[in-house]
């Protein structure tokens, strides 16, 4: 019912930054919190950031001071700005949503395709 599609990921130095951007789409009636998660090789998708309808965001520790979760509820669409990269942020990214579809049902969007980035010199 509601479709994500993440952007922005590529090759960057250690130090670097790099904006990822996630866009939702489908039978959307309104969404709540949004989040970004990471997988790294060998590891569990991970949450990395969220940030609520209004605007609160929460961040785990590794990240904290170095990203920037936020949103833009025009355009249904989710941003995380990262900045001081590290070889251990190297992962996929992927995104997803708390919704409320147009037929009235609380969902989670389906995961996307996700993007990859990679720390390295």
């Known amino acids: 019912q509601v479709q994500l599609v993440e952007s922005g990921g590529g090759l960057v130095q250690p130090g670097g930054s790099l904006r990822l951007s996630c866009a939702a789409s489908?039978?959307?009636?309104?969404?709540?919190?949004m989040g970004w998660y990471r997988q790294a090789p060998g590891k569990q998708r991970a949450l990395v950031a969220a940030?609520?309808?209004?605007?609160?965001?929460n961040y785990a520790d590794s990240v904290k001071g170095r990203f920037t979760i936020s949103r833009d509820n025009t355009k249904n669409t989710v941003y995380l700005q990262m900045n001081s990269l590290k070889s251990e942020d190297t992962a996929v990214y992927y995104c997803?949503?708390?919704?409320?579809?147009?037929?009235?049902?609380?969902?989670?969007?389906?995961w996307g395709q996700g993007t990859q980035v990679t720390v390295s010199s």
């Open positions: 940030i609520t309808s209004s605007g609160s965001a």
């Open positions: 489908g039978r959307i009636f309104r969404i709540y919190a």
């Open positions: 997803n949503a708390d919704v409320r579809s147009t037929g009235g049902d609380y969902v989670r969007g389906s």
